[in-house]
């Protein structure tokens, strides 16, 4: 097998980048993130991710990529997810329930309005996208 290169990896990136971020150009309007680390599993993170399934299934919702990742590095706040909403800042949702999931899917992700009382921040941790 041959060794990967620099450029193979930055190709690669850019790839998954198309396929993993909200463009103007992508049928989505909504992402939603479950950060499924360990410590987020523990917390019930697979609880939350089939919460925001049923929901999304229940309510015939196309528009949305609902995803997971790895750990977001705030275990003592576990379940977490992020909201991305084309063309707004993410936002981070902290210590979620069932029920605080579902209110953040019809308030924010379909509403509109940001649910501060869930919210642990608003923006990304990075900056070269």
């Given amino acids: 097998m041959p060794k990967l290169t620099l450029e193979d990896l930055e190709e690669i990136r850019e790839k998954t980048k198309k396929t993993t971020m909200l463009r103007g150009d992508s049928e989505f309007r909504a992402k939603i993130t479950v950060h499924m680390g360990t410590c987020g599993i523990a917390a019930g993170?697979?609880?939350i991710m089939a919460a925001l399934m049923e929901e999304i299934e229940a309510q015939d919702i196309t528009e949305i990529l609902l995803t997971n990742s790895g750990c977001a590095g705030l275990c003592s706040k576990e379940p977490m997810l992020t909201v991305e909403i084309k063309g707004q800042a993410?936002?981070?949702y902290v210590e979620l329930t069932g029920a605080k999931t579902k209110e953040i899917l019809e308030k924010h992700v379909l509403g509109g309005k940001i649910?501060?009382?869930y919210a642990l921040g608003i923006g990304?941790?990075?900056t070269d996208y």
């Fill in 45 to 47: 993170a697979r609880g």
């Fill in 90 to 92: 993410p936002v981070k």
């Fill in 115 to 117: 649910v501060e009382k």
């Fill in 124 to 126: 990304s941790e990075k």
